[in-house]
């Protein structure tokens, strides 16, 4: 995916900051290695969601995404860009959704996390196209969404104690 416009609020926020990082990145941290580091935070997203830490799950997801403007950051910056490192970025985010997806049907709902999982999966085709539509608000796009499916998820727990 392209950098967002200059102005957007994902270039404010992650990728104008990030810039000056990507640069230093330049020969020492392939952008694919900066796209497999970034698992990490994902993985933190899911383990809290799973255990009910919203605070923890949210400020995970601001690290992940950290590393997902970084790695294409670098690899503009650098001339790393390639159809591999597109692919691998995309095939991590679309795994990262769906474990999302099944963290959260896991702990707030009696939907079986497989078909929560399997319907997530089935999604990530049009969710890919969706999130050309937000491309320059995609942070604060998935930051909400998440938000707001926690703080739901949060609230019918406590409605059912």
């Known amino acids: 995916m392209p950098a ?3 102005g957007s609020t994902d270039d404010v926020l992650f ?4 810039r000056p990082v990507a640069r230093a990145l330049c020969g020492t941290l392939s952008p694919n290695a900066i796209t497999l580091v970034g698992i990490i935070p994902s993985a933190i997203v899911v383990v809290a969601i799973a255990q009910r830490k919203v605070g ?3 400020a995970a997801l601001v690290v992940r ?3 997902d403007c970084l790695d294409g950051s670098v690899a503009r910056e650098c001339g ?3 159809d591999f490192g597109r692919w691998l970025d995309w095939a991590v985010d679309s795994v990262q959704t769906v474990a999302i997806v099944v963290a959260l049907a896991a702990t707030y709902t009696d939907v079986s996390p497989l078909v929560a999982g399997a319907a997530a ?3 990530i085709p049009c969710a890919t196209r969706g999130a050309l539509l ?3 608000d995609l942070f604060l796009w998935e930051f909400g969404l998440l938000l707001g499916v926690l703080t739901l998820g949060e609230h019918s727990i406590r409605c059912r104690e």
Do not use: N
């Open 15 to 18: 990728y104008a900051p990030l």
């Open 4 to 6: 967002p416009a200059p």
């Open 56 to 58: 923890l799950a949210l």
């Open 80 to 82: 790393q860009t390639s």
């Open 65 to 67: 995404y950290v590393f």
């Open 121 to 123: 999966a089935a999604m």
């Open 134 to 136: 937000v491309h320059d």
